[in-house]
């Protein structure tokens, strides 16, 4: 039986060698201490013939692993197998040396730390010598001309002009594998989580310095390790139980040594890569966990809050959702209050991530200082409006879209939330705010449709007169609209959407031709602000159907205002009319878009105000039924079924029949037929 279970744990296949260790380990139980004698004694034999396979010694350093966690080990075993964990540690296989790391880990957790004692200086000597790299080096399976030519790829256009404001060695340490650092490092988590707390006795400040290192290290690869393993180090302050915390000068090493852990977690929570957040997410949550009080966390906040806020907005939803429940664990429903508390450092680093070179910090920063102005309280952040203001002006002007429109709302809420403090900026704001509504980002024209429901909400009256200009503008101008955009002139002159002007603009030689290639958002935060995979900074001049459409969402943000119900009722007859001119083929997505929001137009304004202009929108309606475009179509029946939920299906099917009977067999039929 033990034979044939050695045999699965050193097989070719991962998946027989993960059953070939679930079924050892069940074996375990059934074996008499003769047993485990005669597998102790194979699996030495097995790791001692240095001609076998990886797959061989990987599966006996598993079946070591396996019978260290059973408990019941001979002496001598456990001294042959700690020698043969550091011989495999520089195995030229990754997978022998992760799991060397797993069994000397194992032997801690039996033995304890003393094991850590013995081997201490020859794991931190593998760390030390591997944190640098020279590139013309390599890595023991690719030579010089392999690097050589990834640093072409990595320097030159296809064409073979030089970029020469890339640094391509720079990307190339960002980005490569980094020899043997990330296994030794694991090795050093793996004894940490074994001993527990009482690895506390052997943190000091040259294991500290040698980590610390390695969590400012150029590559990202290495700084995510760098705070796995720093998670594992700041978890010593909690005892077994899970539950408990050692007491603070005497014992705890991470209350000791909290003020440098902080700050190099600071930095971790602020890193460009996602991975790199996550983990310094990861490790910022259990060194809180770590420290018995909220008096002795509040030494650390000043630095952590700001940053920990911030990520509950980031785009990477590993990060966002992550932090999101450390912040909920760690304030316990006291968030609000802690903001406040250290509200000019939160402040601060918002301000100061309005600039980073990742559009998702920026998009993130401007989200959270709508937050500040939407949840905390006024007075906290009355004195900080004005610097808080400007920069989101400058993100208002950003290259990527995801920054302008979260730029936008934010302002929304900030003039909103403080109406007197914004007034001097409203002449910046408002050309803004209009060059929002007709963007070509269909969610960028609905964000500064709803901010700009918002200044009217604040300023009343004073400001309807600008806004109404621009939405009568809006609804006239797509008159104008040309048939079809000059760049795509070959466009077919039917039904069409704009996904198929984004289709030819995706097969246009001239934008895919002698350009730099890049792996999907591997390099984003090495670009210019606004670069990435997503490219944020495609903006074609706006079209005159655009800025129709950014006002109607803006009519409707504007129905829910009960003092404007008769001025919006008013522009009705202009909607109607901009939405039935079809001489373009985006049209369809205007007709899309007044489906969707007429029903909360009228919900808006009442019955009284919306009734009288009802049959304006029949034939838009009608057409959209039947058009080509399954949104737009979709989006039609949806709205005749809230309509007649609105108004009655009688009213609704007696206005039908009355505007055009031809139109009643259609209203009928949608009723039974089930939206897309």
């Not at 603070?248 to 003020?259: A, D, P, Q």
Request: one cysteine or more; hydrophobic letters at 35%; aromatic letters at 8%.
């Amino acid at each position: 039986m033990s034979n044939a279970i050695l045999k699965e744990l050193c097989s070719s296949l991962k998946l027989e060698r993960d059953r070939g260790y679930h079924n050892l380990v069940a074996h375990l139980q059934s074996l008499d201490e003769e047993g485990i004698y005669n597998l102790q004694f194979d699996l030495s034999n097995l790791l001692n013939n240095t001609a076998l396979s990886w797959e061989s010694k990987h599966g006996g350093l598993m079946g070591a692993k396996a019978v260290l966690e059973n408990g019941n080990v001979s002496d001598d075993f456990e001294i042959e197998i700690k020698r043969k964990c550091m011989d495999h540690l520089d195995d030229n296989e990754f997978r022998v040396r992760i799991a060397a790391g797993e069994v000397l880990g194992a032997l801690c957790k039996k033995i304890g730390p003393e094991i850590y004692g013995d081997v201490k200086d020859q794991i931190l000597n593998g760390i030390r010598s591997n944190l640098e790299r020279e590139m013309s080096t390599g890595n023991e399976h690719q030579n010089d001309g392999d690097v050589e030519k990834l640093v072409e790829k990595l320097s030159s256009s296809p064409g073979g002009e030089k970029r020469v404001n890339v640094d391509a060695a720079q990307i190339f340490h960002d980005t490569a594998g980094w020899k043997s650092l990330e296994t030794w490092m694991k090795c050093l988590e793996c004894v940490v989580n074994s001993c527990g707390h009482l690895f506390n006795q052997y943190v000091d400040q040259e294991l500290l310095d040698l980590i610390f290192m390695a969590l400012l290290h150029t590559n990202r690869f290495v700084r995510e390790t760098g705070f796995y393993v720093c998670s594992a180090i700041v978890s010593i302050g909690v005892i077994g139980d899970g539950k408990s915390t050692l007491k603070l000068k005497e014992e705890n090493s991470v209350y000791r040594h909290g003020r440098q852990l902080s700050e190099y977690l600071g930095k971790g929570l602020s890193d460009n890569w996602s991975q790199v957040r996550l983990a310094a997410s990861v490790a910022t949550r259990k060194f809180l966990q770590s420290l018995p009080s909220e008096e002795v966390k509040d030494q650390f906040y000043s630095i952590l809050i700001p940053r920990m806020c911030l990520n509950r907005y980031y785009v990477a939803e590993g990060v966002r959702i992550y932090s999101q429940e450390t912040w909920r664990q760690t304030t316990e429903g006291e968030g609000r209050h802690l903001v406040e508390k250290y509200i000019d450092d939160v402040v601060a680093y918002y301000v100061e991530s309005t600039i980073a070179d990742n559009h998702a910090v920026r998009e993130a920063a401007c989200a959270c200082i709508a937050e500040l102005g939407a949840k905390i309280e006024r007075n906290a952040v009355r004195s900080h409006v004005p610097r808080l203001l400007a920069a989101l002006l400058v993100c208002f002007n950003d290259d990527s879209w995801p920054v302008r429109d979260a730029a936008c709302v934010a302002c929304g809420n900030f003039v909103l939330c403080f109406p007197e403090e914004s007034r001097n900026s409203l002449p910046d704001l408002y050309p803004l705010f209009f060059n929002n509504l007709q963007d070509n980002i269909a969610s960028v024209r609905q964000g500064a449709a709803l901010a700009l429901a918002n200044v009217v909400q604040a300023y009343g009256q004073s400001s309807m007169e600008t806004i109404t200009g621009k939405v009568k503008e809006g609804l006239e101008g797509v008159e104008k609209q040309p048939a079809s955009s000059e760049k795509y002139s070959a466009l077919d002159k039917g039904p069409g959407a704009y996904g198929v002007v984004k289709m030819l603009r995706d097969n246009d030689m001239d934008l895919h031709t002698d350009k730099q290639m890049y792996s999907c958002g591997s390099l984003a935060p090495k670009m210019g602000r606004g670069g990435g995979c997503m490219d944020h900074k495609f903006k074609k001049p706006s079209e005159p159907w655009e800025l129709t459409d950014g006002c109607i969402h803006l009519i409707a943000e504007l129905s829910n205002n009960p003092n404007l119900s008769a001025l919006v009722g008013q522009t009705l007859p202009a909607v109607a009319k901009a939405v039935s001119f079809q001489h373009y083929p985006q049209h369809v997505v205007l007709l899309e878009t007044l489906c969707k929001q007429l029903p909360n137009i009228a919900k808006g304004i009442g019955k009284r105000h919306f009734k009288p202009h009802l049959e304006l929108f029949f034939d838009s309606i009608f057409y959209s039924m039947t058009c080509d475009s399954a949104l737009t179509s979709s989006a039609a029946s949806q709205c005749l079924n809230q309509l007649s939920s609105f108004l009655g299906p009688n009213i609704l099917k007696g206005r039908v029949e009355q505007y055009n009977p031809g139109y009643l067999d259609q209203l009928i039929a949608n009723q039974f037929i089930a939206p897309l």
